[in-house]
């Protein structure tokens, strides 16, 4: 193979790639594996060969394609596609100078990632509906998009999840006045939830105590570091002691104790600390 920069020139009668929008006219042959090559003739340079060795673009080939981003077919980019890949695209496009971006790049597909994609088609010297904006295989396997990197799961990060009622969010703040709490003031968190509906733990940590109180009812207390997160009015404990990571399944949502519906009532307290220490219910 061929460590060269070396551009080729196809001939007319292939671009079978299953792009009608972007027939394939430059491509390198120093072996980017190019799946609507069929017939080649060699040529001179035709592109800006030079830009892509400032952009410190690798074009050796082989090696490296295991860590970009395959394409993903041209009907792949359809207004509102969601996809990592998107950002990494965007963020290559930036790179290269080609992006239009006021804001992002994200992971949406917009009308200004089609047009910083076809600032990077225009580029690469193609034109007309081969520089639409909608990516064919050529200018994406040139463009070398990173893949995603895989989204981290709370287990592997030891990290945190987005709610302990996993799709709910607060439905009664914390800190909310109220003359029927019996400190003047809601001292956790809310989340209503159907009855049986999953509490999970917010951070790894370890469940130090559970209990039946007349208020909160069936309760967990999960210590992470210095805090103590309380899960309150639970119609179920699945985990009463030990050690959890964070997103494991610890308990059900209920309305046990002082609750006129079921909801999880979510509390954080520094370690040992006492009805009334409540603290902002972050994790
Ligand atoms: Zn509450």
């Known amino acids: 193979m061929t460590a060269s ?7 007319a009668s292939d671009g079978a790639d299953g792009s009608r929008n972007e027939k394939p006219r430059v491509d390198f042959g120093s072996g980017l594996p190019v799946g609507e090559a069929a017939t080649r003739a060699p040529a001179e340079q035709a592109c800006d060969a030079t830009h892509g060795a400032r952009a410190g673009l690798s074009l050796k080939g082989g090696s490296a394609m295991s860590a970009l981003a395959p394409f993903p077919g041209t009907a792949f980019f359809h207004k509102g596609q969601r996809s990592p890949v998107i950002s990494a695209m965007g963020k290559r496009l930036v790179a290269e100078g080609c992006g239009k971006y006021r804001e992002g790049p994200g992971p ?19 034109a007309g509906a081969d520089a639409n904006g909608i990516p064919g295989k050529t200018s ?3 463009l070398r ?10 287990a592997a990060s030891g990290g945190r999840v987005a709610s302990p009622v996993p799709g ?3 439905t009664t703040a914390y800190r909310k006045k109220g003359p029927h709490w019996s400190l003047g003031y809601h001292t956790g968190a809310d989340y209503a939830a159907p009855k049986g509906a999953p509490c999970v733990a917010v951070r790894s940590g370890s469940i130090v105590r559970s209990g039946n109180d ?6 967990l207390v999960l210590r ?25 399944k610890i308990g059900e949502v209920g309305s046990t104790g002082n609750a006129t519906g079921p909801h999880l009532h979510f509390e954080k307290r520094p370690a040992g600390g006492g009805f009334g220490s409540d603290v902002n219910p972050t994790w």
């Open 145 to 154: 998009v990173p893949k995603a990197p895989a989204a981290p799961t709370p």
């Open 168 to 170: 709910k969010g607060v």
């Open 108 to 126: 949406v597909w917009t009308e200004v990632d089609q047009q910083s994609y076809a600032a990077w088609q225009r580029k690469l010297k193609f």
């Open 140 to 142: 994406w396997d040139r």
């Open 224 to 248: 992470v570091g210095g805090f103590d997160f309380w899960y309150c009015h639970l119609s179920e404990r699945t985990v009463t002691r030990g050690s959890v990571k964070a997103g494991d």
């Open 214 to 219: 007349g208020s909160f009812g069936l309760f």
């Open 5 to 11: 920069i070396d551009f080729e020139i196809e001939d």
